[in-house]
């Protein structure tokens, strides 16, 4: 994937040190539509929201965006008036310093809580972020969104609209989601497509609900957690108001797209070493089999189960035992990929079992959980839970 594939036309990227991180790193990134975008956004749905998503939750009401402001190192979170202010501040100077309206701006921080922004060094880092937009500026961004992130998150893709090539482009970071700390998935994606606002912001809710909505690290959310689509129409094709054969060909590349980068940051979860799917079949409705499904996800001796590589399927009855659903414990069955484990709520014997304990030992494998209730089912992307999960999280704000 060279670093070509990633322009799009119409934007251009910047991304800087500005000495927000300790480490010298990108840490200042700047995203800008030639022309106003339509833009759709998800964010956090935790009750402590930090700033610049309490600002973007408001400026995006009007649809369009222009540029987004993005820094690392600090979430600006827990900083009452005086983050906001700060956040405000910031995208004044910008908006100033391009020539453009405040309101069609939009800001995304994450790193530590409860510190001031450091406003200074955002200042003066702005005017070199803007002399460095590029259209080929991409990978500067994707790192200075960066914080434990062991790699670079991105997809690209297109597809044809009415005779029109289509480019739509993706990054994502996040390595956990948890409070009070280390917070925050960010997702950015841009396109030349020319699509109205109330579908774009529909597709990409749909997108999120197979995408982001479908993986868990640490069962955590962030206070900062922002997911922004911009659509700036370069592409030249009729504009798409409604769900037609058009609109679905762009839906279907975005749903790609956005699994692409939620699976890689599962992939890249804090100190993982295993991916896990947890699929629950049979459940009497969908809601009842993503409670069970988020109980297996969650459950730290489930996790730390996989990771010391122990078929202990009781934790998994465990965890299905007190999600809150109606269950049948006597007619549950459990396998690790094809694997029998649990037939009717007991062990499947010694032989069985190790066939099954020898999946676990793989990277990557699917639990599958039967409750033999209904039809309806769902599935989720996890890890396991290892020490260094631990020791990463146990000092991040030295």
């Not at 460095?132 to 991409?138: A, D, F, V």
């Not at 009415?162 to 994606?189: E, H, Q, W």
């Not at 129409?233 to 769900?243: D, Y």
């Not at 037609?244 to 804090?270: H, I, P, W, Y």
Request: charged residues 25%.
């Amino acid at each position: 994937m060279g670093m070509c594939d990633f322009s799009v036309p119409g934007f251009l990227f910047s991304g800087i040190p500005a000495g927000i991180k300790k480490n010298g790193a990108n840490d200042l990134g700047l995203i800008y539509s030639e022309v106003p975008a339509r833009v759709a956004g998800l964010f956090t749905t935790n009750a402590v929201k930090a700033a610049p998503v309490q600002i973007d939750m408001r400026r995006i009401k009007r649809g369009l965006c222009q540029a987004v402001l993005i820094n690392s190192g600090n979430a600006n979170a827990c900083t009452g008036s005086q983050g906001l202010r700060d956040a405000r501040n910031t995208s004044l100077l910008l908006a100033k310093q391009m020539g453009i309206d405040e309101k069609l701006i939009l800001l995304s921080s994450t790193g530590v809580i409860g510190v001031p922004l450091p406003t200074e060094k955002i200042e003066q880092g702005l005017p070199k972020l803007i002399k460095s937009l590029l259209p080929g500026g991409w990978m500067n961004v994707v790192e200075a969104i960066m914080t434990t992130d062991t790699h670079p998150k991105m997809e690209w893709a297109t597809c044809r609209i009415k005779g029109k090539k289509v480019k739509l482009c993706g990054m994502v970071k996040g390595a956990g989601m948890i409070r009070p700390d280390l917070a925050t998935m960010l997702s950015f994606l841009v396109t030349d497509a020319h699509i109205k606002g109330p579908l774009l912001q529909k597709m990409l809710k749909e997108a999120a609900e197979v995408s982001y909505n479908r993986i868990t690290i640490d069962g955590e959310t962030s206070t900062n957690d922002t997911v922004l689509l911009l659509a700036n129409g370069k592409a030249g094709h009729p504009v798409l108001n409604r769900m037609d054969r058009d609109a679905e060909t762009f839906r279907s590349m975005l749903f790609e797209v956005c699994q692409n980068l939620a699976e890689s940051l599962v992939k890249d979860g804090e100190g993982a070493t295993k991916l896990i799917e947890i699929v629950v079949q049979g459940a009497r409705n969908r809601e009842d089999a993503k409670k069970a499904a988020y109980a297996i996800a969650h459950s730290p001796l489930v996790k730390t189960a996989f990771f010391g590589e122990d078929a202990n399927w009781g934790r998994i009855l465990c965890a299905l035992g007190h999600c809150g659903i109606s269950i049948n414990p006597n007619r549950i069955d459990v396998f690790f990929d094809q694997a029998p484990i649990v037939k009717n709520g007991m062990g499947v014997g010694a032989r069985l079992e190790e066939k099954a304990a020898e999946v676990i030992k793989k990277k990557s494998f699917k639990v599958i959980v039967d409750l033999h209730k209904g039809k309806s089912f769902s599935s989720l992307l996890t890890t396991d839970l290892s020490l260094d999960y631990v020791k990463i999280n146990a000092s991040y704000r030295s």
